[in-house]
């Protein structure tokens, strides 16, 4: 039995039930309020049943199914709507995830937590524009741990240092960054830059690629 015929039995039923209902009444109809109700309730019953009828076999679905589990428990933020300040960001759900998650906090803990938050989010554009290029590997930890020309493309890596975050503040705003990113934020400050460097150095590669922003101790390329 399909969601129409469910419906439309439900509502003979129904109808049934409440003319039953109104047949045992036996008090006088002349001043009687509810005089007319038996019959204004069946009109709109079968009112309600041909509404029923009409609807599409996806929609009856959907109202058998109820109110959507995600919708009861209250709505996604609008990534659309990001900005650049801590009490934004803090507003944010507490961050957690999966090794793409855990890669991409520790990227910018140790490649830029000294740096603005537009700074932090700078760095997490490169990262996950490197991720949808064919130039780079295509996930987040493969994009934070590539190595090749003799060294590696995010200094932390490897620098001899054990890679611990200890700060609890900017692990937490790393971490925040990172979901608030690969939930899908817009990546509206670097103009898909795939390199950037700080200010005090200056690799080889910086003058054959045009600049696309320069943010705190950070400038940003995209490879042509």
Not at 20 to 25: L, S
Not at 95 to 104: H, I, R, S, T
Not at 150 to 179: L, N, P, T, W, Y
């Amino acid at each position: 039995m399909n969601l129409r015929q469910i419906w439309a039995g439900a509502m003979v039923a129904l109808l049934a039930l409440s003319g039953a209902g109104f047949a045992e009444v036996t008090v006088s109809q002349s001043n009687d309020p509810t005089a007319n109700l038996a019959g204004a309730i069946s009109a709109m019953l079968g009112a309600e049943h041909s509404t029923v009828a009409a609807l599409p076999d996806k929609q009856l679905a959907s109202l058998a199914a109820g109110p959507d589990a995600k919708a009861r428990k209250g709505k996604t933020a609008d990534l659309s709507l990001l900005r650049y300040d801590a009490a934004w960001l803090a507003s944010q759900p507490a961050p957690k995830g999966d090794a793409e998650w855990q890669c991409l906090t520790k990227a910018l803990y140790f490649e830029a937590r000294g740096e603005s938050l537009k700074g932090q989010f700078a760095v997490a554009e490169v990262i996950l524009n490197r991720t949808d290029s064919p130039r780079f590997p295509g996930s987040v930890c493969g994009v934070v741990n590539q190595a090749g020309g003799g060294g590696c493309q995010f200094s932390f890596i490897c620098d001899g240092h054990k890679d611990v975050m200890r700060e609890r503040a900017s692990i937490d705003r790393a971490g925040r960054i990172a979901r608030v990113m690969l939930d899908g934020a817009p990546r509206a400050l670097t103009e898909g830059a795939t390199y950037f460097h700080s200010t005090g150095v200056r690799p080889g590669w910086a003058h054959r690629f045009p600049r696309t922003a320069a943010i705190g101790a950070h400038l940003f390329y995209r490879q042509p």
